[in-house]
């Protein structure tokens, strides 16, 4: 019998917090007497989050797991449990119990209503430092502006899918999918669930400031050309300052006022390379994302699996 809710669950380096997951999850969901799975993708861990998540597969064949060959991120963990999943809906969560069984319960019920996708909302973000929940609520907020959708602001990847909307997502020729765009631009009926976000039950968090960054620039790079119509403009500008320069000087210099050329020129110089340099970098940065397209490399590779059909 198929499932009728698959849970899916990157893992990284998370022997603390894997087995007090599984014990809350399957606490929590049990008693809506349904058919459910739990898939694990085990993202190259270098402790013993694969040794325990074997034995939990071994005593529960509703426990999926997903091994990779090597760590490949969380958008290529998502994405091969996606591809996996066998629900009718899907949700997405973190192993660390920040994203809460309790309130994926409440998405379920969103679900049961119509609602196709079904948005975590953050509330308050507990046990994470002012500079994180500073950037965070930044980017979000200037991703749907440049995007020009309806991104809901303050979520992450804790969401519930119908599986209509996975297979919309699977479908698209792309190769780098970022998930929380994606899921706002294939439409279908939305709604969004506000919840406090506590601490991590234990361990430490695996996303550093360059795993962040990168996340970031993944998501304004895939989704908006707003990078490159800023260095178009940045252009135009300064061929018009450089413009309103020349002619300053030329009339400056009819009017007989003398000043040192270098006065001039390296300012120019400077600041004409410097705007040289940023859009050369904007355009490396589409260009390596097109070469990527190109390639046509899977996202992950599987090295192993268990209990999957």
């Given at each position: 019998?198929?499932?009728?809710?698959?849970?899916?669950?990157?893992?990284?380096?998370?022997?603390?917090?894997?087995?007090?997951?599984y014990?809350?999850?399957?606490?929590t969901?049990?008693?809506?007497?349904?058919?459910?799975?739990?898939?694990?993708?085990?993202?190259g861990?270098?402790?013993?989050s694969l040794?325990?998540?074997?034995?939990?597969?071994?005593k529960?064949?509703?426990?999926?797991?997903?091994?990779?060959?090597?760590?490949?991120?969380?958008?290529?963990?998502?994405?091969?449990?996606?591809?996996?999943?066998?629900g009718?809906?899907?949700?997405?969560?973190?192993v660390d119990?920040?994203?809460?069984?309790?309130?994926?319960?409440?998405?379920?019920e969103?679900?049961?209503?119509?609602?196709?996708?079904?948005?975590?909302?953050?509330?308050?973000?507990?046990?994470?430092?002012?500079f994180?929940?500073?950037t965070?609520?930044?980017?979000y907020?200037?991703?749907?502006?440049?995007?020009?959708?309806?991104?809901?602001?303050?979520?992450?990847?804790?969401?519930?899918?119908?599986?209509?909307?996975v297979?919309?997502?699977?479908?698209?020729?792309?190769?780098?999918?970022?998930?929380?765009?994606?899921?706002?631009?294939v439409?279908?009926?939305?709604?969004?669930?506000?919840?406090?976000?506590?601490?991590?039950?234990?361990?430490?968090?695996?996303?550093?400031?360059?795993?962040?960054?990168?996340?970031?620039?993944?998501?304004i790079?895939?989704?908006?050309?707003?990078?490159?119509?800023?260095?178009?403009?940045?252009?135009?500008?300064f061929?018009?300052?450089?413009?309103?320069?020349?002619?300053?000087?030329?009339?400056?210099?009819a009017?007989k006022?003398?000043?040192?050329?270098?006065?001039?020129?390296?300012?120019?110089?400077?600041l004409?390379g410097?705007?040289?340099?940023?859009?050369?970098?904007?355009t490396?940065?589409y260009?390596?994302?097109?070469?990527?397209?190109?390639?046509?490399?899977?996202?992950?590779?599987?090295?192993s699996?268990?209990?999957?059909?």
């Amino acid at each position: 019998m198929l499932p009728k809710y698959s849970i899916l669950v990157p893992v990284f380096n998370e022997e603390e917090v894997v087995e007090l997951f599984y014990e809350t999850m399957t606490k929590t969901i049990r008693p809506l007497n349904e058919e459910y799975e739990i898939v694990f993708v085990n993202d190259g861990s270098k402790d013993k989050s694969l040794e325990i998540l074997t034995s939990l597969a071994k005593k529960d064949s509703r426990v999926k797991v997903i091994n990779f060959s090597r760590n490949f991120g969380q958008q290529a963990a998502e994405l091969a449990a996606l591809s996996y999943a066998k629900g009718e809906a899907v949700i997405i969560m973190d192993v660390d119990l920040q994203d809460p069984p309790s309130v994926a319960i409440q998405m379920i019920e969103e679900w049961k209503k119509g609602f196709e996708v079904v948005h975590g909302k953050r509330k308050k973000r507990k046990g994470e430092t002012i500079f994180k929940k500073f950037t965070a609520h930044c980017y979000y907020r200037f991703l749907r502006k440049i995007t020009n959708m309806d991104i809901p602001t303050d979520t992450g990847e804790f969401k519930l899918y119908d599986h209509k909307v996975v297979d919309a997502i699977l479908a698209l020729p792309e190769h780098n999918r970022y998930l929380r765009a994606l899921a706002t631009w294939v439409g279908f009926k939305q709604t969004s669930i506000e919840f406090d976000r506590p601490k991590r039950s234990a361990g430490v968090t695996k996303w550093t400031v360059k795993k962040m960054v990168r996340l970031a620039e993944d998501g304004i790079i895939a989704n908006s050309m707003y990078p490159l119509k800023i260095a178009l403009k940045l252009g135009l500008f300064f061929i018009l300052a450089s413009l309103i320069t020349f002619i300053t000087f030329v009339v400056l210099v009819a009017t007989k006022v003398s000043l040192p050329l270098v006065a001039w020129i390296f300012p120019s110089i400077a600041l004409i390379g410097g705007i040289i340099l940023v859009t050369n970098g904007l355009t490396n940065a589409y260009i390596g994302r097109i070469y990527d397209e190109v390639k046509d490399r899977p996202n992950y590779i599987v090295s192993s699996t268990i209990n999957i059909d």
